[in-house]
Each structure stands twice: as structure tokens, then as C-alpha cells.
T-cell receptor, first 114, second 113 residues
Framework: DSGVTQTPKHLITATGQRVTLRCSPR?????VYWYQQSLDQGLQFLIQ???????AKGNILERFSAQQFPDLHSELNLSSLELGDSALYFC?????????????FGPGTRLTVT | QQQVKQSPQSLIVQKGGISIINCAYE??????FPWYQQFPGKGPALLIA?????SEKKEGRFTISFNKSAKQFSLHIMDSQPGDSATYFC????????????FGKGTKLTVNP
């Protein structure tokens, strides 16, 4: 158990809908990272927050957004969902800001868009 | 642009054998190279990591070998066990910079009993 929690574990929704994925980092970690894992693209970095501020952006679509709250939990919002958005979404956390310190991954949320 | 290239894509090893997974990177600013292990239905778990000031790091049966001049690093799993069957990802980034953690595409390891 990495100490990073993610909810929900599974999510099934229809195209065009909007969903919110939630992540709680390890105790003491200030950075939260979001990744998308699909069979053909591997693990793709989406976005990172450090202590409430956006720190780095990766291959995140404009339909996706995230935020980190004062209690350090983070939410990833996915809107206007398409079939191709079906994937595993992982949250990871680390102690320091961008690039500093080991990243610990949560168990993931499996999103299925039908 | 794939900044970390990982090979092989899949690997089958007999129990007790040595599993070797290779990665090559392009960005010379990278100075942190972790390996992650992922079991089906689980998140990637940090296995071992190395920084370029050493050429080798060993933790139990797992060893990272690092060749800075060749911009390559590899994971060796000695005395491979069926419980090691998982997907392994190498990664790299620049500690202290703003570089994100970049992952290889993964190697699916199967250790036959």
C-alpha cells in the first residue's frame, strides 16, 4: 500500500458525460501528479500540482482539468468524454515540487466510456 | 517524441534465471532514473532508483546498471521468481528542474515455474 488513495476504483459512463476522479496523497506529500495509462500509449503524464498550485503540464486535453485543494487532495475532471478516454487514471504523490523525490502511485481509477 | 526507449516489450524467463530490461534516454538533463513494477489491476510501485553519480545500485535481487556516456540504464533481476511476473517501467526526469517523469512503454515479464 503506497498510502495514496483514489476513488472511485471503477467508473462507467457514456460519451459526452463529465466525471470527477479524486486523489488523496500520502501524508506529508505536497505534490500530486495525474497520469493516464492506456494500452497503446503507456503511462502519460497529464498534470502536476504542488501545494495547491499548478506546477507542470503534460499531454492533458483541454476537456480535462484538475485542481488541488487546501487539504492537498486533488480532483481530475474529465468532460465531454469520448470513447478514447477509456483508460486507467493514476494519481501519484511526492514530498517535493516538480521532479524532486520519489513518486508513489495510487491504485488507479479505471474509466470506461461507452 | 519518446524520450525513454525501453526494450524488450515482453520477456519470458525460467525460474531462477536472470531477467534483463534495458532503457535508453535522450535528454542529458535527466538525473534520476527509477524503475517501477506494476501488477495487473494495481498502480505502479517504485522498485529501485539510481542517480548518475553511481554506475550500479543493488537492492536484494534487483540491480540497476547505469552507463552515463551511452545514456543507457538497465534492470537486472537475479534468481527470477514467478512472483516477479509483472510489467516493469523505467522512467527518468530531472530532479530540481521542472521536467516531468517520463516513462518507457513497459516490459511485460513472465517468469515460468
Amino acid at each position: 500500500d503506497s498510502g495514496v488513495t483514489q476513488t472511485p476504483k471503477h467508473l462507467i459512463t457514456a460519451t459526452g458525460q463529465r466525471v470527477t476522479l479524486r486523489c488523496s496523497p500520502r501524508s506529508g506529500d505536497l505534490s500530486v501528479y495525474w497520469y493516464q495509462q492506456s494500452l497503446d500509449q503507456g503511462l502519460q503524464f497529464l498534470i502536476q500540482y504542488y501545494n495547491g498550485e499548478e506546477r507542470a503540464k503534460g499531454n492533458i486535453l483541454e476537456r480535462f482539468s484538475a485542481q488541488q485543494f487546501p487539504d492537498l487532495h486533488s480532483e481530475l475532471n474529465l468532460s465531454s468524454l469520448e470513447l478514447g478516454d477509456s483508460a486507467l487514471y493514476f494519481c501519484a504523490s511526492s514530498v517535493g515540487p516538480a521532479g524532486v523525490g520519489e513518486q508513489y502511485f495510487g491504485p488507479g481509477t479505471r474509466l470506461t466510456v461507452t | 517524441q519518446q524520450q525513454v526507449k525501453q526494450s524488450p516489450q515482453s520477456l519470458i524467463v525460467q525460474k531462477g534465471g536472470i531477467s534483463i530490461i534495458n532503457c535508453a534516454y535522450e535528454n542529458t538533463a535527466f538525473d534520476y532514473f527509477p524503475w517501477y513494477q506494476q501488477f495487473p489491476g494495481k498502480g505502479p510501485a517504485l522498485l529501485i532508483a539510481i542517480r548518475p553519480d553511481v554506475s550500479e545500485k543493488k537492492e536484494g535481487r534487483f540491480t540497476i546498471s547505469f552507463n552515463k556516456s551511452a545514456k543507457q540504464f538497465s534492470l537486472h533481476i537475479m534468481d527470477s521468481q514467478p512472483g516477479d511476473s509483472a510489467t516493469y517501467f523505467c522512467a527518468a526526469n530531472s530532479q530540481g528542474g521542472s521536467e516531468k517523469l517520463v516513462f518507457g512503454k513497459g516490459t511485460k515479464l513472465t517468469v515460468n515455474p
